[in-house]
């Protein structure tokens, strides 16, 4: 496992939820192989890059055409940051390209990253995206955050009436990029350029220790932050 768990959270397992398998954060992203708008891909091909796979209820409806295009915009900062994005719904390929098209010609917006068709809902059910008091005939609106080995590192879903923000979409992969580079934690509200937090020392003399560091700005042996 690649994470670190910087404030002693404990490592759950893959645990099985009504509606499909769900992975948790900490656990090995389930592998598989899905037809999408640009052809057969595996979620192997990701290996070395991070990603975020998201779903939506489906093509042609409003909210979910917002966050395309919203996905689209911030795409450019992600692939800087290593990130990927994929989306996915419970459409057919062919609505999906007819769909890409539309946004293409009414928004003059190119959507330039793969949309999974996951007719046999295989994906969706792997990834725990189906609701068990929904409408089994259509994906939630779920992110998976996964690393560049391939490990769950977050997961967020929203309601079928809200869109998604894509400043926390950008903020979540900087903090955790900031977590693994640094070996530290992001507090709330943190945005780059901010003072992260020291994890906590684990014993008396590392506290002490502490107390010394001019770099370190203490507020207490257990809360102090620094730049980086």
């Not at 991070?50 to 689209?72: G, K, M, N, R, Y």
């Not at 450019?76 to 419970?90: H, V």
């Not at 007819?98 to 917006?109: D, I, L, M, P, S």
């Not at 014993?203 to 107390?211: F, G, L, M, P």
């Amino acid at each position: 496992m690649s994470n670190n768990h910087l404030e002693g959270d404990a490592v759950i397992t893959e645990t099985e939820v009504k509606g499909g398998s769900l992975p948790l954060i900490g656990d090995k992203a389930p592998s598989f192989e899905a037809t999408t708008t640009h052809g057969t891909i595996h979620l192997e091909d990701y290996k070395g890059s991070w990603l975020i796979l998201f779903s939506h209820p489906a093509d042609f409806t409003p909210v979910c055409t917002t966050e395309f295009i919203a996905f689209q915009e911030i795409y450019p900062q992600l692939r800087e940051l290593n990130t990927e994005l994929l989306g996915l719904s419970i459409d057919s390929v062919h609505s999906h390209i007819a769909w890409v098209r539309n946004v293409k010609e009414k928004f003059g917006v190119k959507l330039e990253f793969p949309i999974i068709a996951d007719l046999n809902k295989d994906v969706a059910s792997k990834f725990g995206m189906l609701m068990p008091e929904g409408n089994n005939t259509e994906t939630s609106r779920a992110v998976f955050v996964i690393d560049a080995d391939q490990v769950v590192r977050a997961i967020v879903y929203y309601p079928l009436s809200t869109g998604r923000n894509m400043d926390e979409m950008l903020r979540l992969i900087q903090a955790l990029q900031t977590s693994d580079q640094h070996r530290v934690a992001t507090p709330a509200n943190w945005k780059p350029g901010d003072k992260v937090i020291v994890p906590p020392p684990t014993t008396q003399e590392e506290a002490e220790e502490r107390s010394k560091d001019d770099t370190i700005e203490c507020i207490d042996w257990y809360m102090c932050k620094k730049n980086i």
